[in-house]
């Protein structure tokens, strides 16, 4: 009996495979109904109840595990649990999809588009994957965020990875000034002492070798795109960021936009609301020279 467990096992592992990796392409439209399903964490899922609309997410291995690479393949699905019509790119991709580590020393920012061209098959069954490699063993949050008939639809998932090494405890810095390599950011909020459900102003001031940096460019059709996460993972927003005086109006929870006029700089501001109390890291991107610049702050939540 062992033995065919376990040449059942092999055998099913194999179908996975195939189903991932049989397309032409740097990576396949497989089917997320033969690999692990990872559940969303509803509380923080954005889909406008009556879109119906959800995206679930399948990954292979079933165990994810450090240093190798993974497969995450994202099913967009209408109320039917069909692929669903409609879906459509936004800030330049047809999916974005967010990796945050329980530690918060790890951050990426990748697309089905980084890996092979978006084929209309992968359109009409609205399926689409990525591949990424995680670096520690550990809790992970995977936000995948979509557009379906001009309407954000965005879910999150916890998950764990084996092996080694494992992550360390995470580190608290408050701190508004840092380098990140010859970059100099001043971070700053208003009001200083930010409430719950109250509209806070983010600011961002980037120098370059002590210069201010006024050529930066646009990212994925922003200025910024800004990951808001609490610090245990439970509460996540993707963002953007806008030149001051072009601010956009107020945008749904989750998701808030930015305008991308060319060549600004060396001030970029955020309006963003925090929804709980609580530590949260704030993990920024911006366009430098064809260079992308990861910033990482962090606020208190009284």
Do not use: W
């Amino acid at each position: 009996m062992k033995n065919v467990l376990i040449t059942t096992t092999v055998i099913f592992g194999l179908i996975i495979h195939v189903l991932f990796f049989s397309c032409s392409g740097s990576y396949a439209n497989g089917s997320a109904e033969d690999a692990h399903q990872h559940d969303a964490h509803s509380l923080n899922a954005h889909s406008p109840a009556d879109s119906g609309i959800r995206i679930s997410m399948a990954s292979e291995p079933v165990q994810l595990m450090a240093g190798k690479t993974a497969t995450l393949l994202f099913s967009v699905k209408d109320r039917e649990g069909r692929g669903a019509q409609g879906v459509s790119i936004s800030h330049d991709r047809i999916l974005h999809v967010i990796i945050i580590s329980e530690d918060l020393s790890v951050f990426a920012h990748v697309h089905p588009e980084d890996f092979g061209t978006i084929t209309p098959e992968m359109v009409r069954s609205a399926q689409f994957g990525v591949r990424y490699e995680f670096p520690r063993a550990g809790r992970y949050l995977v936000a995948a965020d979509t557009t379906v008939n001009n309407t954000h639809i965005s879910n999150h998932f916890m998950v764990e990875v084996a092996g080694q090494p494992v992550m360390a405890a995470p580190r608290k810095d408050l701190s508004g000034e840092k380098k990140f390599g010859d970059y100099e950011v001043t971070f700053s909020h208003s009001p200083e002492r930010i409430i719950p459900k109250k509209e806070t102003l983010l600011r961002y001031e980037i120098k370059q070798n002590g210069r201010p940096v006024t050529d930066l460019e646009t990212y994925l059709a922003a200025p910024m795109h800004i990951a808001i996460v609490l610090t245990d993972l439970s509460d996540f927003t993707h963002a953007h960021g806008s030149v001051p005086g072009t601010h956009a109006g107020h945008q749904p929870a989750g998701h808030v936009h930015g305008t991308s006029p060319d060549g600004f700089g060396p001030v970029i501001e955020a309006n963003v609301v925090f929804p709980v109390k609580g530590t949260y890291r704030i993990f920024s991107e911006v366009k430098h020279r064809g260079n992308v610049l990861v910033l990482d702050f962090s606020v208190d939540v009284e």
